[in-house]
């Protein structure tokens, strides 16, 4: 898991783009074994402005732009050097499926709260 240094460099683009106004909604597959680090990682981009929840695990990991450009990453477990494998499409009909799919998951998953007091019941000092 990158430090917390690492996730601040890597987001200055995502927060170029907030910045300008977009929003931005993510949904993380839980990382329990990981639960601080994770932690301090989800409230992070939500204090950024990010909208986040947590699913216990996703299909697959996928970024969506104004319903056009959709680039779908999945994990390739036939090799060693590359644990993923990532595709861009620019394709309505695809498209408006993987933003059915977000949907779906978004409303299942659970808010960044839910997530925090979960594990703080649980023992987890988050």
């Not at 056009?68 to 993923?84: H, Y």
């Not at 595709?87 to 808010?111: C, G, N, P, Q, R």
Request: charged letters at 30%.
């Amino acid at each position: 898991m990158r430090n917390m240094e690492q996730i601040h460099l890597d987001s200055a683009p995502l927060r170029s783009i907030m910045e300008r106004g977009t929003s931005v909604r993510a949904i993380f597959e839980a990382e329990t074994e990981h639960v601080i680090p994770f932690s301090q990682m989800l409230k992070y981009y939500s204090s950024i402005g990010e909208e986040v929840r947590i699913c216990e695990k996703l299909p697959l990991k996928m970024l969506l732009s104004d319903g056009e450009l959709a680039m779908v990453s999945m994990r390739n477990n036939d090799t060693e050097r590359f644990k993923l494998i990532s595709m861009v499409v620019e394709h309505s009909d695809l498209t408006i499926a993987l933003t059915d799919l977000f949907e779906k998951y978004w409303t299942e998953s659970m808010e960044l709260d839910a997530f925090l007091k979960k594990y703080q019941s649980i023992g987890k000092d988050i």
